[in-house]
Nanobody
């Protein structure tokens, strides 16, 4: 079992920043790749960013590349997403996920999920 709990969401104006955190417990999280997904109102859940188990490889959606940074601290069992230059279209519920396989950019590749944290960007 892997349990994931997100935090750090909130309300921010366009151009602002937020840092999301995801704390893991249960099985050794350092053996899992991890990612962030988001779901906007009326939209499908979409890939945001992912990071390999050792942190040496990262992947970003084109819509966030250059603005968001994913990182992890395996000692603290925590995943982070630094979000800068936020836009209204970044609004949605952000989910942390873990996979025992490769860090694919599709939700079906991830085995464990947190309950999400709300991010709202106003214009």
């Amino acid at each position: 079992q892997v349990q994931l709990v997100e935090s750090g969401g909130g309300l921010v104006q366009a151009g602002g920043s937020l840092r999301l955190s995801c704390v893991a417990s249960g099985r050794t999280i350092s053996t899992y790749g991890m990612g962030w997904f988001r779901q906007a109102p009326g939209k499908e859940r979409e890939f945001v960013a992912a990071i390999s188990r050792g942190g040496s490889s990262t992947r970003y959606a084109d819509s966030v590349k250059g603005r968001f940074t994913i990182s992890r601290d395996n000692t603290k069992k925590t995943l982070y997403l630094q979000m800068n230059s936020l836009k209204p279209e970044d609004t949605g519920v952000y989910y942390c996920a873990a996979t025992s396989g490769s860090i694919m950019a599709v939700a079906t590749s991830y085995e464990y999920w947190g309950r999400g944290t709300q991010v709202t960007v106003s214009s």
